[in-house]
């Protein structure tokens, strides 16, 4: 079989798939496209008739989108930089030091990422509020920080294992302190691990639904994601031209860091499931 | 190594193992002491009730149908996660024109949440004016629009389908890890010896990815039994708790119907579910860094 014919086969084979996961992002465009007046119309249509960029300078004034991007920002780069700060010293540790009791620790490091926060809901809810942090990005920050700091030392340490203990000892040996060696030899060879888990902690909170869902109470705020599901969810009439261009502006920047970064990504998920 | 030196990557670690005992140990002990207390609608625990919770909630009708169609969900989305996977991972393993878009375009839906894909989803399966009904209608395959989420007869098939084309993804990465640690000496071995493409898959390709398909399996169940926002953008668990799993019926307990203690007995009892899975994942992918 010629490599062409090969190629057209296999595509063929994809292409239910391909059409179904396309079709959601045509539904998107093409909606976020259309005035109003054409998305209500009975048979709905495909290309819209007069393009209409308004719904995209709609979101910011009528329904202050950019504010719930802001929110969702805010708390996504917190627990980002909160989660880093915890798991590049512990993952440091157990790639580094002979500790006691590592096989326990690396064992609950794997069971407890494996843990999401449905089935604790209702507890972290009552602790929250206990602590007067309800509808409060504060408690957001904390609880995806708590529920990805695992999955970070584990990705980070499986990383740090492979750095070479000689390049630092080396180090030492030309008279460099422990933090000096620390901070010029070994961060710079861990950015790439450092990167990849960032962007993993970080598209875990962009893409929350149950925390923000339960934590947060006033629209002022709102993640990108509840401003969104309060839109379709709440009122009878929803103005689906308008949640689609807030969908897309919401979904186009992730969808971008994932087309540059896949390969990164993809080996980072990779490691995660696997080992 | 001496005690002082053990000091320091104890102080490394001590912040993240609090973190994480924190955020998980402090829900789980507030669970644990509501479930066996009365507690009122207010959060707070009044008398010690021992099983009673528990046994309010096995009589729960409602419970039950949510349990039952819980299993259902997580069975369907599982299989049907894997079945479409494997050979959708075995094409994309291929060497053909194009095959890197093709990749990307299976693996985007990770990136892209869950709650996007419901919130897409529910306006494209919109009764009237969704784009589904245009297409069926544009091809004759039906003369009247479809109400597809208005009846939890087509709305639960509806969102496994919407649940597994959300697992996809990340199972298909699983996979292409795994034929991508297949030795391809045996295989050309194999091949010279006449095997064919189908005794091949079925006596060597499947035993050899045995361990990753437990990997999947695991982790599919692990999530299928956690989706809350699938359900909860497409139908909020209705009409009439129709499409409610055990994590919507979960919400609705204690959020809505304000039955903190019944919603505490059944979440301690997910969350020896989840861990019960955990723990299975834990040994898989234990092993399989061992190999």
Sequence with gaps: MSYARKSFLFWLLLSPLLIVILLPYAVMLSTALKPATEVFTFPPRWLPETIDLSNFTIIWTKIDFGRALLNSLYVSVGATILTLLLAIPAAYAMARYTLPARGALRLFLLLTQMISPVVLIIGIFRMMSAQGLINDHRSLILAYSGFSVAFAVWMLQSYFETIPREIEEAAHIDGASWFASLRHIFLPLAMPAIGVTAIFTFIAAWTDFILAFTLLRTPDKLTATMKLFYLVSGTYHVDWNEVMAATLVTTVPIAAIFILLQKQIVGGLALGAVK | MSRPHLLLPFAMLLPSLALVIWIMGYPVTDLMRMSVHAVNRFGQAGNFVGALNFSKLFADPLFWASFRRTVIWTVCVTSGTILISIPVALVLSQDFAGRSVARLIVLLPWAVSATMTGIVWRWTLNGQFGMLNALLLQFGLTDQPIEFLATGEVAFPVAILIGILAAVPLTVIIFLGAFSS??????????????????????????????????????????????????????????????????????????????????????????????????????????????
Excluded: H
């Excluded at chain 2, 990815?209 to 809350?228: D, H, K």
């Excluded at chain 2, 909860?232 to 708790?241: D, H, K, V, Y």
């Excluded at chain 2, 499409?243 to 039955?259: E, H, N, P, S």
């Design chain 2, 182 to 291: 297949l030795p391809g000496d045996v295989f050309d071995a194999a091949r010279i010896d006449g095997a064919g493409p189908l005794n091949t898959f079925r006596y060597m390709t499947l035993p050899l990815i045995r361990p990753f398909v437990n990997i999947a399996i695991v982790l599919n169940v692990i999530y299928a039994f956690n989706s809350f926002a699938i359900i909860w953008i497409l139908t909020q668990g209705g009409p009439a708790n129709s499409t409610d799993i055990l994590v919507t019926y979960l919400y609705k307990v204690a959020f809505q119907y304000g039955k903190m203690a019944e919603a505490s007995a059944m979440s301690l009892m997910m969350f020896a579910f989840l861990l019960v899975f955990c723990i299975l994942y834990a040994r898989f992918a234990m092993r399989e860094r061992a190999l």
